[in-house]
């Protein structure tokens, strides 16, 4: 049992990441803007301070949790108010306190948010499950009411590892990075890097069905969870006796993915593995991004599989290499990060450079390899300076089946362009893929236009557009992002109503109230 | 699309398999058999007809599919009762016809079962989906109520491949054989192969969360699926649109497993693979099953990861095993079968060797792989003439997590060898290892013994015993053979009420009449 708060990194309300690590843009980046027409947006707006929960409700809250673990000071409702979203941002900087907590609450076990669900669902108190903040989606924003923010970071602890299940017992509030500094302590690792991993925790994880970087080596997040608890106001759930079983209906399967609406996920049971003690990042470049995928495919379906493989179309390649030799094979190339860890490193990626090069691709050597590596949670710092200075910059992404994959490559970017085009801000449209399965891969995009007077609006369109583009070629709405608010309608569609209201009687049964995450994942019934 | 009638084997009701296949107990085996007191059972008995379906019913199907795809005749109703269990065969002799539908329809198409649930739940009639038949957990026989069985066998196309995702569309009628048969054609195979091969179908595959032999190489029947689509009263769902999704839970992990209780899957998109040119099946010796279970998790952790891992304990690789040489290496010893097949088959299969060796292991050559190969579907052939001479002969299986696994091991074969002995008739207790996870694995028992005056009643009291063994070592109740109404109890204490309510809840949407295998799966609400 070893307290992990001190491996946190404290994230800024409204900014990414570490205030230590700060980007500033060059001045090229600056130059390339003004071709987008951007200019400086207003000054941004303090949160004025606005009604908190009732006494009473705070009163109940503190008799089951102490004084000291209910906040409701503006500082820390504002800290919880909200996710990472660029709208989230663009909201957080003009002071809208609309989705602020009346209060936040900071349970200590599983019993704590057992009582406190219990309490709050008694009362018809919505609740908000807060692990680390770092939503995209509109997961931390119910919408139409008022909500108490539950933290989870007081439920930090590593509880157990089973060296030779090879499994760790985590509770929910330990965030990515702790996870893995406690289980390196023991040799092992999650192996899970997502983008937010600075950030997000073990219950966000799962909540969410997050993806991390080293995807194609180490799996998803819920290919990791072996077993989970979840509380809920009408009871706990404990599931997972065995790694798989024929015993119904894989329940793990229903909770994970379910973002607060069915439960707080307390505590996960996680597949762990041996640290790697061998690594290899290596560039590779292809002539065009359709070669690259084919490239991706073979690995994915006949190996070697890499532990990290992605691949960058021809603009983000352009965008992101400031080293030209990546491109001396050509104009128009893209470029593949194939990353080995762990054992037979070289003998897997003499391997896999067989097949890329009997593909088509090109070494570049680990230059490139270790330049993302190296600054692979870099990424999202740049969007602050960016919205800065008056950019709109946005990430949405998808998956599919292979086939389908250069349709809907196309068909989305199309319809960013054309949507913020039609606003009188043409963006420039990054994508790349950056998981890959036997079956198919997800398609990640980036984009960067100027912003109008109501970026907020601008960004919804755009976005609306990319949805209806994902579902009319096929692809799913998200694939690691999940759905929060923001994919609502776009999940109904893509399930079929029949589907939402099989969830909603699920609901029913573990939150009669509808106190939990109302209005995220799925609407009020 | 290609019809697949003609690779269908065809089952004889109440005896195991190809007819053309029938096996004889060699004249050691009979004289074993004395030693544990088994004697010939009374003469079976034929099943006497009782009353099948309205004509008000039976009109209403026949207008729904045509006079030719409904019957009533007895028959085929006996042909339509029950599955494979040892209760099942011993009540299929005595010619116990309390299970038997009252009809049997065979719908051609999605529409014709969507139609059909409509048309039932409207008039409160009960239905049984009937793919294969195979079910040893008595999945074919709701309690309680008469009902019209929905043989699927005219859903028995392979509509489409999509050779560049790597990816089938198949019918739930399509049986095991005829799917590899109609892939093989194409240069693909699924790698399903389990134990019921010869008579199990796609759809019940899918229904039961089926594990085949191949299960470490080519992933369990749940891990193949990437899309299906279900009828139910209530309508169609249509899920998967990617490989994996972050749109909420993975739903098709709600109908896997969900043993037709929620609706009948009519297709799946199944993941497929190029069928393998390479193969090598190898017999090792452990000392104790207790060091083979070591060598395979080590396999199953660290790789090499064969396609086939199989480890029988002491007892039962002293039965099993005709040649005495596999035993040259001392007595009470255990024997694997390591097979590999696909590209690097000798690569893989060299590592391999290098961990088993170190782990104390000692080869015994391809012949013991290559006779476990080729006999593979012929254990359940010997359980007919076994019964027939009055022996009771079944299986039963569990998993867990591999520190769990040694004790669950000895909790189940203790409490089978308590509960058979404490009724006058000890049985001999058999194991096995057959399918491997980075977290965990399988356990198969045979239990064989002398058959008391009432046999079902004896193996309840001994299956029951062994179920609470399970639940008390922490094992789940079914790795592999699924729930039924065998298992129904033990599933709700496994997963607690809470679970069971909120599966319900589901059937209450999908299935408002509850007319969908009532009673399996889950109690009625």
């Known amino acids: 049992m070893t307290e992990s708060d001190l491996l946190v990194v404290n994230l800024t309300p409204g900014r990414w990441g570490d205030p230590a690590q700060v980007v500033e843009l060059p001045a090229a980046a600056l130059e390339a803007l003004k071709h987008l027409g951007v200019r400086r947006p207003r000054a941004k707006t303090a949160p004025k301070d606005e009604a908190g929960t009732s006494t009473e409700v705070t009163a109940a809250l503190e008799k089951l949790l102490g004084t000291e673990h209910v906040k409701t000071d503006l500082d820390t409702r504002w ?41 709050c669902s008694e009362q018809g108190v ?24 539950v933290d989870l970071q007081r439920l930090n602890r590593l509880r157990e590892v089973d060296e030779v299940s090879r ?35 073990i ?90 995928l084919a490239a991706l495919r073979q690995l994915a379906q006949d190996g070697p599989l890499p532990t990290v493989l992605r691949l960058s179309d021809e603009a983000e390649t352009a965008i992101n290499l400031a080293d030209p030799n990546v491109l001396a094979g050509g104009p128009g190339g893209a470029l593949a990060i194939v990353g080995f860890e762990g054992p037979r490193t070289p003998v897997r990626r003499a391997e896999a450079a067989e097949v890329l090069t009997a593909a088509g691709g090109q070494s570049v050597g680990e230059g490139p390899g270790e330049t993302w590596r190296q600054g692979r949670y870099r990424a999202p710092y740049l969007r602050d300076p960016l919205l800065d200075e008056g950019a709109l910059v946005e990430t949405l992404e998808t998956a599919g089946f292979w086939s389908t994959l250069p349709a809907l490559k196309a068909a989305v ?37 100027a912003q109008t007077d109501d970026p907020v609006a601008q960004w919804r369109q755009a976005k609306a557009a ?33 589907a939402i209201e099989a969830l909603q009687a699920v609901k029913q049964v573990l939150d009669p109230n509808g106190i939990l995450n109302p209005g995220i994942l799925i609407p009020a019934r």
């Open 126 to 149: 919505a609740v908000v499950p807060y692990a680390g903040g770092t939503s995209v989606v509109g997961g931390l924003a119910p919408q139409g009411t008022q909500f108490v923010a």
């Open 466 to 498: 990319a949805s209806q583009a994902i579902a009319a070629a096929g692809g799913t709405i998200t694939h690691h992002h999940a759905v929060g608010t923001d994919h609502r309608d776009a999940y109904v569609t893509e399930v079929g109503p029949l």
């Open 167 to 201: 499994t760790a017992t985590i509770e929910a509030g330990v965030r990515g990075t702790a996870a893995e500094a406690l289980l390196a302590e023991r040799g092992y690792t999650l192996g899970h890097f997502p983008q937010s991993y600075e950030g997000a925790s």
């Open 203 to 292: 219950g966000g994880y799962a909540a969410t069905r997050s993806s991390g970087q080293a995807s194609a080596g180490y799996g998803r997040f819920d290919q990791m969870v072996v077993g989970l608890t979840l509380a809920t106001p009408s009871g706990t759930i404990e599931l997972g006796r065995a790694p798989m079983s024929a015993a119904g209906p894989d329940l793990r399967q229903l909770v994970l993915g379910s973002e607060g609406t069915l439960g707080i996920i307390t505590s996960v049971v996680l597949r762990i593995r041996p640290r790697p003690t061998e690594r290899s990042f290596e560039g590779w470049r292809f002539d065009s991004f359709d070669q690259g």
């Open 79 to 119: 800290a919880h108010t909200r996710g990472y979203s660029t709208p989230d941002l663009l909201r957080h900087r003009a002071g809208d306190t609309t989705d602020m907590p009346a209060a936040v609450v900071y349970p200590g076990s599983h019993d704590d948010v057992q009582a406190l669900l219990t309490a």
């Open 413 to 449: 970017t199309d319809a960013l362009v054309s949507s913020l085009s039609g606003q009188g801000t043409p963006p420039v449209v990054l994508c790349h893929i950056s998981h890959v399965y036997e079956t198919g891969a997800s398609l990640y995009f980036t984009v960067l236009s």
